[in-house]
């Protein structure tokens, strides 16, 4: 099956997921599907809370880790709290508040091994790619898990930007 095949296939089976979801939650989602020239196809749905600088909690209970980036520790009882992990909550909370709506758009894989959806995350206010955009401020840094390489170079790119710039994590941290 080609890349690109087996990418809907999982975003089919994502907005299942999410869908069926919000079904056992009494919730529904927005809408599904894309908006012409402005975001990707996806699944709509509302960010109910962020639980750390790279994962947020959606509409139906459903814990999405964002791919592609990796934010400080905030949350993992086995390790301090990284450096600048708080000040990237506080961000990623800023950038999506309790009720803010975006679109989840996935890659090759579904879930992590922790069983949280991995998708890449759109505001769908204005369209902010909101990983790309932890990376550019310098709140997250690149996590390439392949087969979910659709943005890997775009990701690297904003990083280094940010490191040269030393923009966030890259002039707070040693």
Known sequence: MAPGAIRRSV?????????????SQGASPIAVGPDPGV?????????????????????????????????????DPRRPVGCFGKEASRFLTSLL???????????????????RLLAYLYRRADGLFV?????????????????????????AGLARDARLEGHGLWSACP
Do not use: M, S
């Not at 962020?50 to 964002?66: A, F, P, Q, Y």
């Open 97 to 115: 508040p309790a009720g803010t709506p975006v679109r989840l758009v996935g890659d090759v894989e579904q879930d992590d091994r922790y069983g």
């Open 11 to 23: 975003l089919l089976a994502a907005c299942a997921v999410v869908l069926g979801a919000c079904a």
């Open 131 to 155: 990983n790309a955009e932890l990376v550019r401020q310098g709140f997250a840094n690149v996590l390439t898990i392949a087969p979910n390489v659709a943005h890997t170079d775009e990701f």
């Open 39 to 75: 975001l990707p196809a996806g699944v709509d749905v509302v960010v109910t809370r962020v639980i750390d600088g790279d994962t947020v909690v959606v509409t139906g209970d459903r814990h999405v880790r964002l791919i592609g980036v990796d934010a400080p520790e905030t949350k």
